[in-house]
T-cell receptor, first 110, second 113 residues
Framework: NAGVTQTPKFRVLKTGQSMTLLCAQD?????MYWYRQDPGMGLRLIHY???????AKGEVPDGYNVSRLKKQNFLLGLESAAPSQTSVYFC?????????FGPGTRLTVL | SQQGEEDPQALSIQEGENATMNCSYK?????LQWYRQNSGRGLVHLIL?????REKHSGRLRVTLDTSKKSSSLLITASRAADTASYFC?????????????FGTGTLLAVQP
């Protein structure tokens, strides 16, 4: 099992550009999450999903959109990137208890 | 924000010593979890303690939970250089059916060889 994978690992964007981060899990988990981690802070929840076809807002959803068209995939989109979205993004999946994390995507917005 | 807080923010000890990290939170919980993050990596689950449990052990890890004080502690015994990492507590709030976790700001542990 690969667990939770994220693509890409690194990305540099210019202000106003768009991009999609892909998260995939092979554990058949119902729950999936997107977090961002900034220096000196813990993880903050952006959006999450409790099952295929469902999404919900987390603590810091503004500027992001998500989709869960397939159970194993959870996509995070930035429609118009801003420097404030420079961060490390982590995806996680869960069966209702422990969360399993991907390796992260380091995004820089210039 | 319902974010928890860890104490201390940073801890430096010698190999072989014990390390204790504390976590405080604000809401009633179903469970509290501890995660570890090596530099530049994703988080790895260490241990989960339910709200009706007071203490739990896993190898060199000991976790306590005091729901009356809304606090938890993580003890790592006989520390090793490989234990150097950031440690986060995360709470699963009571009443939620989404398994959402609220993470603390973390304790950075440095174990000197």
């Amino acid at each position: 099992n690969a667990g939770v994978t994220q693509t890409p690992k690194f990305r540099v964007l210019k202000t106003g550009q768009s991009m999609t981060l892909l998260c995939a899990q092979d554990m058949n988990h119902e729950y999936m999450y997107w977090y961002r981690q900034d220096p000196g802070m813990g993880l903050r929840l952006i959006h999450y999903s409790v099952g295929e076809g469902t999404t919900a807002k987390g603590e810091v959803p503004d500027g992001y959109n998500v989709s869960r068209l397939k159970k194993q995939n959870f996509l995070l989109g930035l429609e118009s990137a801003a420097p404030s979205q420079t961060s490390v993004y982590f995806c996680a999946s869960s069966d209702g208890g422990t969360q399993y994390f991907g390796p992260g995507t380091r995004l820089t917005v210039l | 924000s319902q974010q928890g807080e860890e104490d201390p923010q940073a801890l430096s000890i010698q190999e072989g010593e014990n390390a204790t990290m504390n976590c405080s939170y604000k809401t009633s919980i179903n469970n509290l979890q501890w995660y570890r993050q090596n530099s530049g990596r994703g988080l790895v689950h260490l241990i989960l303690i339910r709200s009706n449990e007071r203490e739990k052990h896993s190898g060199r890890l000991r976790v306590t939970l005091d729901t009356s004080k809304k606090s938890s502690s993580l003890l790592i015994t006989a520390s090793r250089a490989a234990d150097t990492a950031s440690y986060f507590c995360a709470t699963d709030a009571r009443g939620g059916a989404t398994n959402k976790l609220i993470f603390g700001t973390g304790t950075l542990l440095a174990v000197q060889p």
